[in-house]
Every structure is written in C-alpha cells, then in structure tokens.
C-alpha cells in the first residue's frame, strides 16, 4: 500500500515549484450552489456533479468527447458474461486521495448494501441507480464479478457513469458512521477535497497521484456560492472569479462585450422539465395534466431564456439513445385551444394549482416560471407561484403540492437512464407523487430486462403514448449549461454533460 507524502517532502516540493518560477494556477468558480455532500450516492444534483467529475472515477470511463464511448478506466477490462454477469479486470498501481492502493475490496465497499440504498438507517439516493445489483463476487485480488439480481438491459451502462464512482474500501471501514465516511470524499480522481463549507465553498487541490493522462488543470479550485446571478457577473468582469455558472441569453451579449470575458458550454444531457403531484383532488384528473402540457410553448422558452441555443427534444428522450432513439416520434403538442377543450370536459372550474419554485437553482428558473404561468392563464389555468428557499421546502408534502421544478439526466444513454428512471417505480416519487398504472408497470419492466432492440423499441414507443394521455411531468427543453469564462486568463472546453471537466482535457491557461 502506498503511503501519502510526508509533510517535510511536501514543503520541499513546494519549494522546489517555486524556486522553478512555476506560477500557482488557480481557478475561483462562482456557483448558485454547492452540494451539501459530495458523496456520490447520497446527493444526485447539478452542484454535486461538478465536483464528482473531479474526486472520482468509475470502473468504465464514458468519454463525452468521443460520443459517449465506453473506454477503458479503474477497469482495463471487461466481460458482459450475461444479462445479469459482467466481469471486471482492475487497473494496476491507481492510488486513492488517502494513499490506498486500489484493488477488489474497494469495489465491494463502493456496492455495499448501504450505498444500494438497502439500509433504513442510512439516507442515499442510489436505489434506482444500483438497486439491482445482488452482489459483488471477488474473483482475485484484482477482479470482481458483479451479479445483477435479474436481466439488465443496460447492465455495464451502469458502471460507467454516476453515482458508480470508486471509494476507499479502507476509509469506508474505518470511518465511525457513514456521514463521516461521506465528508472525507475520498476518490482517486485528479483532484482532492481540500475543504467544504456546506452553503458556502468547496475546495479542490491537484492530486499529484493521479494515474490519468489528463492532470488537473488547476493547482487549486476554488468553488464559491454566490446566489445572485448579477453579483456572480459583476465578479467575472472585475477579475474576482474565472468562472461563473447558470447564464442565460440576457447576459450574453453582456459577457461578449467585455473584452476579456466569453461565453462557453451548451446543451448537455439533459431535459429540464417538470413533476406533477396527482395525489391531490385538483391534478388526479389526467385531462388537468394534459392540458397543462398543450399550453406550454416549448420553443419559445429556448428562444427567451437561451437565444435559440438550446433544443426542444422530441418527447421524454435524446438522440444520445442511439439505437433506442425514436428518430420518427413526434414533437411535443402546443395546442391552447385543444388544452381549453379538455379542461371544459374535466369540469374544471378555475381551482389553484400552486407551483413551487427556487429562485435559481436552474438557469432563470424564477422567469421560467412567471412565463409558464402566462401560457397557462391563457388556456384559462388559475396557476399560483409560491418561491420557496430550499428543496426542502419544495418538495413538503402537503395539499398545496402540485406542480414542482426538475431536470432529467440522461445518466445512461437509454430511456432507462433518463424516463423511466424518473417516472418508474424506484423514482423515488412513485406513490408519493403518481401511481403508474399496472400496464406501465408492465412495460417498464420488459424495457429494463429486455435485450431484444426491437423490442424495447416498441416497449418505449408505447410508453410515451401512454404518458401522453397520464402524464405525470412536463418536458421544457434540453438543458443547457452556459457559463462566463475570463477569456483573457484560461480556455474553457466543456463536455456536453452536468459533469465540469477541469483536467487539461478541459481548461487550459494563457
């Protein structure tokens, strides 16, 4: 096992760098938000992703600027055996932040059954992610076979990407309770955690461990929360930080008429939309939901809020899908007098719908709503905005829980990954929010085991049309992420995902 640095060589490193002449490259992030823990499984969010990019790495590595690629990453090798079997060959000499060595222990720790989320005592976010893992057999030393408890269709898509990220079998262990574990943050990524303020910052440092071709950028990085998106600008043009997240096309032409700032990102894998509560005497009728959704013109929020840069997506799926994309089905319908039609057939009798709102968790979240609200008055919707603080809040369960905000990851490049992740039965909102009809039900579960294309093909098309007459969310747009970068200190490449690359892959210094 290898040992961490001892601080008397550390300080003589640093020395040594600075007698070089080798400037210290730093980077200030201003962020809306920064997650409350930085443990994979315990908080699936955009602020969490940012940073998990950078702490871990999963045993296949999903390479964003090959189109979403399979390659090699802790696993040099592997074998699908089966539906329900695949094998894994480790790589050699990969060093964790705490100086662990990896091997086949580490992968059994980062499966246990508390981060499946199988332990009541322990809160984490996993389960339809990894619920379906039975268990984790060490072959040797340095290969592990993992059982699924029935057929995947997706099965090795789920080692590639969030929340499968590799942990310290030896920090797991001998960490006293499982929030301790999880504040270390412990991973083999090319950055280590340096510290994290929950609310305030988080901080990074190059892990000079690291075993990838592609090093931290950075020496230092430095997230920082500031809330008001006009402070996070102001602080971008004075110098104060390198980087700001969560613009939209207001602030466009703002940055780009700076000469030392620009913009940088796109749409990334993702749909933002929303969930709604059909619990409640007021959305239980579906006629309600559909005619919500015909009242949303779609392209003129990406027109507003992105200047057109973003995309509306064909219904609840991308084209990342490959060969699960439905390339023919339609767009979603913008139809206000179909949408006043069907509220007149539900009876409805202008009854409040509450939608709950942050101000800018998303990109202009707050605005976004204000004009969903116009659409819906339109077709004759008594559509109330209530802003809340946190999550929390939103999410309450009470009578007045009708309409919230979320976005929709395409974790896997499968409807798997993406719709029925969020609206099938390990949601984590099924039951509480909807109840999927035993039809749905059905079908989810020949598109999760089956390996016939074709026929996941038809099973998806038909759960669309099912959703259309149920719906239980509406899509808005692709999400995007636009940021401002110091064009003058640092060249920004983003991948198209939630995820922020800040090896040299991603930034570069002038």
Do not use: C
Not at 302 to 328: E, H, I, R, S
Not at 425 to 438: F, V
């Amino acid at each position: 096992m290898s040992k961490p640095m001892p601080k008397a060589l550390a300080a003589l490193a640093a020395l040594a760098l600075a007698a070089s002449g080798a400037a210290a490259q730093d980077l200030t992030i201003a962020v809306q938000k920064v997650a409350d823990s930085l443990d994979p499984v315990t908080e699936n969010s955009n602020v969490n992703l940012r940073t998990v990019y950078s702490l871990y790495e999963t045993l296949v590595k999903t390479d964003y600027r090959d189109g979403g690629a399979l390659k090699p990453g802790l696993a040099t090798e592997w074998n699908v055996i089966d539906a329900r079997t695949l094998e894994f060959k480790l790589r050699d000499g990969v060093s964790f932040h705490n100086g662990d060595t990896l091997d086949a222990a580490d992968v059994v720790a980062t499966f246990d059954p508390k981060r499946r989320g199988l332990d009541e005592n322990v809160t984490v976010s996993s389960k339809q992610f990894l619920g379906g893992i039975d268990r984790v057999e060490v072959i040797d030393d340095m290969t592990v076979r993992i059982h699924m408890t029935a057929d995947d269709a997706i099965a090795l898509n789920r080692f590639a990407g969030f929340p499968s990220h590799i942990i310290s079998a030896d920090a797991f262990n001998a960490a006293e309770t499982y929030e301790d574990f999880a504040a270390q943050a412990i991973g083999t990524g090319p950055y280590k955690l340096d510290e994290h303020v929950v609310g305030e910052r988080v901080v990074l440092s190059r892990f000079d461990g690291y075993w990838g071709a592609s090093k931290a950028a950075a020496d230092t990085v430095t997230f920082t929360v500031v809330p008001e998106l006009s402070t996070r600008i102001a602080g971008l043009i004075s110098g104060q930080f390198d980087i700001i997240t969560e613009i939209g096309a207001d602030e466009f032409a703002q940055i780009e008429a700076n000469a030392t700032t620009e913009v940088a990102g796109g749409p990334v894998e993702n749909i933002r939309g929303l969930f709604y509560d059909s619990t409640n005497e007021t959305l239980d009728e579906p006629k309600i939901r559909q005619a919500l959704n015909l009242s949303i013109d779609r392209q003129l929020l990406a027109d507003t809020f992105y200047d057109g840069k973003t995309t509306v997506t064909n219904n609840w799926q991308m084209p990342v899908f490959g060969a699960m994309y439905l390339a023919d089905y339609p767009m979603p319908e913008y139809n206000v007098e179909k949408a006043k039609a069907l509220l007149e057939e539900a009876g409805y009798a202008g009854e409040e719908i509450v939608f709950r709102v942050l101000p800018g968790y998303y990109t202009k979240q707050l605005e976004t709503a204000q004009v969903l609200q116009s659409m819906w008055a339109d077709a004759g919707l008594n559509v109330k905005l209530e802003v809340k603080e946190n999550w929390s809040q939103i999410t309450e369960d009470t009578e007045t829980r009708h309409i919230i905000d979320g976005s929709f990851t395409a974790y896997y490049p499968d409807p798997m990954g993406q719709f029925w992740r969020r609206f099938g039965p390990n949601s984590g909102k099924e039951a509480s929010y909807w109840n999927n009809s035993p039809e749905m039900l059905e079908m989810g579960e020949t598109l999760a085991t089956s390996v016939d294309v074709e026929e996941r093909r038809a099973t998806f098309r038909a759960m669309l049309d099912n959703f259309e007459t149920n719906p239980h969310g509406a899509l808005l747009h692709t999400l995007a992420g636009f940021m401002g970068v110091r064009s003058d200190r640092l060249t920004m490449d983003p991948i198209p995902s939630e995820y922020m690359d800040l090896t040299t892959d991603g930034v570069s210094f002038k």
